[in-house]
């Protein structure tokens, strides 16, 4: 019996977005029943664009945010500190979700609150509600396993740069192949 052929130019397995494998500061944690609808709210509010100042001004102020974030922090134990270097991870990010290891990942499951930054000239900080959709438990005790997170709440400019980001991600690999390709 003949199998089916697959139609030309189609792939075995369809993404909607490319991915990349990258090393960005982030955070998540569960979130509970009662906080999900708070948390949906703040990200239906409007974001200030800070594309449109120049890159000068747009960085000072996103400084001075963190600076500001990181005094909340220290004077309210319920504030959590900006994101910073301790918070990096490899992670494989697309305009879908993200994937990264976890030490917690047999208490992930539901909703999680994530939060991570994407490098550029004007640093974006990402919170979105995203629904675990994979996560693998390790075979060692105590080693780390993958957690496969899908996002559920985000904001429509933050899916559209981190799409941009991944495509700049895949376009400087690209021209790092292509000269070493040449070089060779």
């Given at each position: 019996m003949n199998e089916p052929s697959k139609p030309p130019g189609k792939y075995a397995e369809a993404r909607r977005y490319y991915r990349v494998t990258v090393r960005i500061p982030l955070?998540?944690?569960?979130?509970?029943p009662d906080e999900i609808g708070a948390v949906e709210r703040e990200l239906e509010t409007p974001r200030p664009d800070l594309e449109d100042l120049p890159p000068a001004l747009a960085g000072w102020l996103l400084r001075l945010e963190k600076?500001?974030?990181l005094t909340l922090s220290l004077l309210d134990a319920n504030v959590p500190a900006p994101l910073s270097d301790r918070d990096l991870r490899v992670v494989e990010v697309s305009g879908a979700g993200l994937s990264f290891e976890s030490k917690e990942a047999s208490e992930i499951e539901g909703d999680e609150l994530l939060e991570?930054?994407?490098?550029?000239?004007?640093?974006?900080r990402v919170r979105a509600i995203a629904r675990v959709v994979r996560h693998c438990e390790s075979e060692r005790p105590g080693a780390p396993c993958q957690v496969a997170c899908e996002f559920r709440v985000i904001r429509t400019e933050d899916r559209e740069s981190i799409v941009r980001f991944v495509?700049?991600?895949?376009?400087?690999?690209?021209?790092r192949r292509a000269a070493e390709a040449g070089g060779t």
């Open positions: 955070r998540h944690r569960a979130l509970q600076k500001l974030d991570f930054e994407l490098p550029g000239t004007v640093p974006l495509n700049d991600v895949q376009r400087i690999e690209l021209r």
